[in-house]
């Protein structure tokens, strides 16, 4: 054959070559675009898990603290009719004073650093846990009477439960002044209840959760 046929086919053969490299070198391409399209979904699902746990957490602490109590009572069923029906201490119960009485305080406590968490982090999951609140505060006589006994540990909550406390704002106006005129107080004490009562005065229509955020701004 002559020499430029020869050329001629070897040049041919040449861009076939070419071709199929290239062919081969775009399939690797899509393979690794597929692979790194891939890789940013995972890192994006990731960062869309991380950027939930700050909720999550709130979320899991919001249950821990709303419910410590009720492990409590399983292993205190005699306890449960004091916070859950309405019921009084009488001589004779077999629980004790101080078993109810350590009982409505660490309720009080509990709930008292969830409204606070409430207050600080608008993520908080506050809703159902206010209905829990509200449950025991109005069919717990002997929490209710226990929140006015130690009202000056809750500083920053505890108008809040006042709120949650009473059906009717006429309820937590009384509540307040019984608070204000209760013997013994020190001036520092009568005064911050005073000044709880015009907070409440001036605020009509607020939730127990925005009485919280007022008083820690307030109180910083």
């Known amino acids: 054959m002559r020499a430029d046929v020869w050329i001629s086919?070897?040049?041919?053969?040449?861009?076939?070559?070419?071709?199929?490299?290239?062919?081969?070198?775009?399939?690797?391409?899509?393979k690794q675009?597929?692979?790194?399209?891939?890789?940013?979904?995972?890192?994006?699902?990731?960062?869309?898990?991380?950027?939930?746990?700050?909720?999550?957490?709130?979320?899991?602490r919001a249950i821990s603290e709303t419910s410590v109590h009720v492990r409590l009572l399983v292993e205190r069923p005699y306890l449960r009719p004091y916070f859950y029906d309405g019921v009084r201490w009488q001589e004779?119960?077999?629980?004790?004073?101080?078993?109810?009485?350590a009982m409505g305080e660490l309720m009080l406590n509990n709930f008292a650093s969830a409204l606070?968490?409430?207050?600080?982090?608008?993520?908080?999951?506050?809703?159902?846990i206010d209905r829990i609140?509200?449950?025991h505060l109005r069919n717990g006589p002997m929490l209710s009477d226990l929140l006015l006994e130690i009202?000056?540990?809750?500083?920053?909550?505890?108008?809040?439960l006042l709120c949650f406390k009473n059906e009717a704002p006429a309820g937590v106006e009384a509540d307040l002044k019984q608070l204000i005129e209760a013997p013994g107080l020190d001036?520092?004490?009568?005064?911050?209840?005073?000044?709880?009562?015009?907070?409440?005065?001036?605020?009509?229509?607020?939730?127990?959760?925005?009485?919280?955020?007022?008083t820690m701004q307030q109180r910083r």
């Not at 890192?43 to 957490?57: C, G, I, N, S």
């Not at 606070?116 to 159902?128: L, T």
């Not at 005064?191 to 607020?206: C, D, F, M, P, W």
């Open 33 to 60: 675009l597929v692979v790194a399209r891939e890789q940013i979904d995972t890192a994006m699902r990731q960062l869309e898990v991380a950027q939930k746990q700050p909720d999550l957490h709130l979320i899991q």
């Open 92 to 101: 004779g119960d077999q629980a004790t004073p101080d078993e109810v009485k």
């Open 151 to 160: 009202f000056d540990r809750f500083p920053f909550t505890g108008l809040s």
């Open 116 to 128: 606070m968490h409430s207050a600080a982090f608008p993520e908080y999951p506050v809703r159902g």
């Open 133 to 135: 609140i509200m449950f």
């Open 187 to 214: 001036a520092s004490e009568a005064g911050r209840r005073a000044e709880l009562l015009t907070i409440y005065q001036n605020s009509v229509g607020k939730s127990p959760i925005d009485f919280a955020v007022i």
């Open 9 to 30: 086919l070897f040049g041919l053969a040449a861009t076939l070559l070419l071709v199929l490299v290239g062919l081969m070198n775009f399939t690797v391409f899509r």
